[in-house]
Nanobody
Framework: QVQLVESGGGTVQAGESLRLSCAASGNGFSRKSMGWYRQPPGKQRELVAAISSDGRAKYADSVKDRFTIFIVNAENTVYLEMNSLKADDTAVYYC?????????????????WGQGTQVTVSS
């Protein structure tokens, strides 16, 4: 079972950038599909970005062209680079490792969540 620790959140002004990290320990990080989710206050958790084990990425329309998901296998870490942040990006962000990426859709491994990291964007 993979243990996940997210970091990199914080409070920024609209238009600024943040890079979130999700460090994995335990077995089986490599060759897995992964995703970043977020949960805004009072709303359901939603998929922000996902990447397949062979590097194909997909993004929610709301973050396309602003966010980038990438993996550094040597670090056992998946990142989410977030640029041009908006107030609507305010949420707790969670990573997920080992879900199923198929036909352009990502289904999370429900056993594989970190504790989340808070991102607050002030306008």
């Amino acid at each position: 079972q993979v243990q996940l620790v997210e970091s990199g959140g914080g409070t920024v002004q609209a238009g600024e950038s943040l890079r979130l990290s999700c460090a994995a320990s335990g077995n089986g990080f490599s060759r897995k599909s992964m995703g970043w989710y977020r949960q805004p206050p009072g709303k359901q958790r939603e998929l922000v970005a996902a990447i397949s084990s062979d590097g194909r990425a997909k993004y929610a329309d709301s973050v396309k062209d602003r966010f980038t998901i990438f993996i550094v296998n040597a670090e056992n870490t998946v990142y989410l680079e977030m640029n041009s942040l908006k107030a609507d990006d305010t949420a707790v962000y969670y990573c997920n490792v080992g879900g199923v990426y198929s036909s352009g859709r990502y289904s999370p491994d429900l056993r594989s969540w970190g504790q989340g990291t808070q991102v607050t964007v002030s306008s």
